[in-house]
C-alpha cells in the first residue's frame, strides 16, 4: 500500500510491480495532482550536489531517463520525456568559490563530469554572459539538463497500472496498527486497506501521516515561484545557469523560465495563486539583466508556483523503514530534488520494501533515524 500517487509513490508502485510481482495500491487524495510538487516541478537534474547519496542518485537517475522509452514501454508505446542535457552552470563569487571547489571534488571523486571554469574561460564558452563579480564557475559535461517531469510521473503511472497497480482515489487519515506492524490503512469515510506493507510518499505533507507512526518530520509545504519568459535574446548553448545570488534560469520551449529563492521565511501551504510578482521585479529581473545583457528585453509570459517538500532539517530526502516499525517505510522530504531522484528512489524503496535490503543503491544514509540521532546529512546545494 502507497499513500500518496505522486512521481516518488507512482514509481515505487512501478518497480515493485514490474520487478517485484507485488499486488500493489496507491491511494491519492487528488487524483487530477492540481496541488502535487510532481505537477509544478522545473524538472531539472544536475550531479552537483554536496553530498555523495545525492550524486548517486542523480547518476542512477539521468541513466533510467537515457532509456525511459525502453523501461517504461507499455503496449509497444515508448514514453518520451525530451531530455535535454545541456549541464548546470554554477557560478559564484569569490565569497562562494572555495564552497564551489570542495563540491567539485566530492563530484569529480563520485565520477561526476564537472568542469571548474575561470571568468575567462566562461566568457569564452558563452558570450553572451557577463562575468562581473565571478571568481569560477562549475558546469555540468554530461548527465545534467532537464526534462518533461510530468510526463515521467504519467509514465510511471501507466506503467505500473500496466503490472497490475491499483491507483485509488482515497484520502488517508489513520492507521491501524497491531504490535510493531500497520495492518491497515484507513481512509476518510472509514473505509479500511488491510496491507502487508505501507510505504508514505506523500511529499510535502508526509509529516502529519509520519506523526501517527510517532516519526516528528522536519518536513513542510513550501511556495516557490517560477517565471516563464519570453526574449529574442538568443543564447547559445544556455545551460540551467545559477546566479551567486540563487537567482536561476534555464530555457524552456522557445522561451526560458526562471525563479529564486524566496525573500524570508515562508509560511506552510501558502496559497500557490499568491505569486510574488515582487521577486521577479525587484531580484529576479535585475539580476538577469545584469548577468546576461541581452535580456533588456524581457517579458513575464506567465508564472505558477508548487510546495518544495522542504526538510528544514538537512534539505534531504527521508527514506527507508519508520524507525520502530516492522512493515512502514517512507519515502518523501527530497527539497526540491525529488523529480530527478525518484527513478533511483522508486527502485531502490522497491528493493527494501520487495527483498527486504537495498540492491541497485544503499540509501541507508537517508535513513530517518538520523532525525532522532540529531545527525543532519546536510545538502548545501539547494536552489
Ligand atoms: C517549483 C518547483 C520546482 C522544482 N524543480 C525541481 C527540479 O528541477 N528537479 C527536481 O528533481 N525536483 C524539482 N522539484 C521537486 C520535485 O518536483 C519533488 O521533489 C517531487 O515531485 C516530489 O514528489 P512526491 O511524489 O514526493 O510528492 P508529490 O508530487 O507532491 O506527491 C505527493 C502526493 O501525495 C498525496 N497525498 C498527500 N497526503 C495524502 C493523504 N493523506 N492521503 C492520500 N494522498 C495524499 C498528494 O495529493 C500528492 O499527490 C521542484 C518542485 C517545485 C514545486
Same mark, same amino acid.
Given at each position: 500500500?502507497?499513500?500518496?500517487?505522486?512521481? &516518488?509513490?507512482? %514509481? =515505487?508502485?512501478?518497480?515493485?510491480?514490474?520487478?517485484?510481482?507485488?499486488?500493489?495500491?496507491?491511494?491519492?487524495?487528488?487524483?487530477?495532482?492540481?496541488?502535487? =510538487?510532481?505537477?509544478?516541478?522545473?524538472?531539472?537534474?544536475?550531479?552537483?550536489?554536496?553530498?555523495?547519496?545525492?550524486?548517486?542518485?542523480?547518476?542512477?537517475?539521468?541513466?533510467?531517463?537515457?532509456?525511459?522509452?525502453?523501461?517504461?514501454?507499455?503496449?509497444?508505446?515508448?514514453?518520451?520525456?525530451?531530455?535535454?542535457? %545541456?549541464?548546470?552552470?554554477?557560478? %559564484?563569487?569569490?565569497?562562494?568559490?572555495?564552497?564551489?571547489?570542495?563540491?567539485?571534488? /566530492?563530484?569529480? !571523486?563520485?565520477?561526476?563530469?564537472?568542469?571548474?571554469?575561470?571568468?575567462?574561460?566562461?566568457?569564452?564558452?558563452?558570450?553572451?554572459?557577463?562575468?562581473?563579480?565571478?571568481? /569560477?564557475?562549475?558546469?555540468?559535461?554530461?548527465?545534467?539538463?532537464?526534462?518533461?517531469?510530468?510526463?515521467?510521473?504519467?509514465?510511471?503511472?501507466?506503467?505500473?497500472?500496466? +503490472?497490475?497497480?491499483?491507483?485509488?482515489? #482515497?484520502? *488517508?487519515?489513520?492507521?491501524?496498527?497491531?504490535?510493531?506492524?500497520?495492518?491497515?490503512?484507513?481512509?476518510?469515510?472509514?473505509?479500511?486497506?488491510?496491507?502487508?506493507? *505501507?510505504?508514505? !510518499? %506523500?511529499? !510535502?505533507?508526509?509529516?502529519?501521516?509520519?506523526?501517527?507512526?510517532?516519526?516528528?518530520?522536519?518536513?513542510?509545504?513550501?511556495?516557490?515561484?517560477?517565471? *516563464?519568459?519570453?526574449?529574442?535574446?538568443?543564447?547559445?548553448? +544556455?545551460?540551467?545557469? &545559477?546566479?551567486?545570488?540563487? *537567482?536561476?534560469?534555464?530555457?524552456?520551449?522557445?522561451?526560458?523560465?526562471?525563479?529564486?529563492?524566496?525573500?524570508?521565511?515562508?509560511?506552510?501551504?501558502?496559497?500557490?495563486?499568491? &505569486?510574488?510578482?515582487?521577486?521577479?521585479?525587484?531580484?529576479?529581473?535585475?539580476?538577469?539583466?545584469?548577468?546576461?545583457?541581452?535580456?533588456?528585453?524581457?517579458?513575464?509570459?506567465?508564472?505558477?508556483?508548487?510546495?518544495?517538500?522542504?526538510?528544514?532539517?538537512?534539505?534531504?530526502?527521508?527514506?527507508?523503514?519508520?524507525?520502530?516499525?516492522?512493515? #512502514?517505510?517512507?519515502? +518523501?522530504?527530497?527539497?526540491?530534488?525529488?523529480?530527478?531522484?525518484?527513478?533511483?528512489?522508486?527502485? #531502490?524503496?522497491?528493493?527494501?520494501?520487495?527483498?527486504?535490503?537495498?540492491?541497485?543503491?544503499?540509501?541507508?544514509?537517508?535513513?530517518?533515524?538520523?532525525?532522532?540521532?540529531?545527525?543532519?546529512?546536510?545538502?548545501?546545494? &539547494?536552489?
Amino acid at each position: 500500500m502507497i499513500v500518496g500517487g505522486g512521481v &516518488i509513490g507512482a %514509481a =515505487s508502485a512501478c518497480f515493485l510491480a514490474r520487478d517485484h510481482g507485488a499486488s500493489v495500491t496507491v491511494l491519492e487524495r487528488d487524483p487530477s495532482y492540481r496541488q502535487a =510538487s510532481s505537477a509544478l516541478s522545473a524538472s531539472s537534474i544536475r550531479q552537483q550536489f554536496s553530498s555523495a547519496i545525492n550524486i548517486a542518485l542523480s547518476q542512477a537517475g539521468v541513466e533510467f531517463l537515457r532509456r525511459v522509452g525502453v523501461e517504461l514501454e507499455v503496449d509497444g508505446q515508448r514514453p518520451a520525456i525530451g531530455l535535454v542535457e %545541456a549541464g548546470y552552470l554554477y557560478l %559564484a563569487s569569490s565569497a562562494g568559490a572555495p564552497q564551489l571547489r570542495a563540491n567539485h571534488a /566530492l563530484q569529480r !571523486a563520485h565520477g561526476a563530469d564537472i568542469e571548474l571554469l575561470t571568468p575567462g574561460a566562461l566568457q569564452a564558452r558563452w558570450p553572451w554572459l557577463a562575468t562581473h563579480g565571478l571568481a /569560477l564557475g562549475a558546469h555540468g559535461v554530461r548527465g545534467e539538463g532537464w526534462f518533461d517531469g510530468p510526463a515521467l510521473h504519467a509514465a510511471f503511472k501507466r506503467k505500473a497500472q500496466a +503490472c497490475g497497480a491499483r491507483f485509488v482515489h #482515497a484520502d *488517508v487519515v489513520a492507521f491501524d496498527v497491531r504490535g510493531n506492524r500497520v495492518h491497515a490503512v484507513r481512509e476518510a469515510g472509514g473505509r479500511a486497506h488491510t496491507t502487508d506493507a *505501507v510505504l508514505v !510518499a %506523500a511529499g !510535502a505533507w508526509s509529516a502529519p501521516l509520519a506523526a501517527m507512526l510517532g516519526l516528528a518530520l522536519p518536513v513542510h509545504a513550501e511556495k516557490r515561484d517560477v517565471f *516563464v519568459l519570453d526574449s529574442p535574446a538568443r543564447l547559445t548553448g +544556455c545551460p540551467l545557469l &545559477i546566479d551567486p545570488s540563487g *537567482v536561476w534560469l534555464r530555457p524552456e520551449g522557445r522561451g526560458f523560465i526562471a525563479g529564486a529563492p524566496p525573500r524570508g521565511s515562508v509560511a506552510d501551504d501558502a496559497p500557490l495563486d499568491a &505569486i510574488d510578482h515582487d521577486l521577479f521585479d525587484a531580484v529576479i529581473w535585475p539580476t538577469l539583466a545584469a548577468r546576461i545583457p541581452a535580456f533588456e528585453a524581457l517579458r513575464v509570459r506567465s508564472a505558477w508556483a508548487g510546495y518544495y517538500e522542504m526538510n528544514h532539517f538537512d534539505h534531504n530526502g527521508v527514506v527507508g523503514v519508520v524507525p520502530g516499525w516492522a512493515n #512502514a517505510f517512507i519515502a +518523501c522530504g527530497f527539497s526540491g530534488h525529488g523529480m530527478q531522484h525518484a527513478p533511483a528512489v522508486g527502485r #531502490a524503496m522497491a528493493e527494501r520494501i520487495g527483498n527486504g535490503r537495498y540492491g541497485s543503491l544503499d540509501l541507508a544514509p537517508l535513513a530517518a533515524e538520523r532525525l532522532q540521532r540529531g545527525e543532519p546529512l546536510i545538502e548545501h546545494n &539547494i536552489i
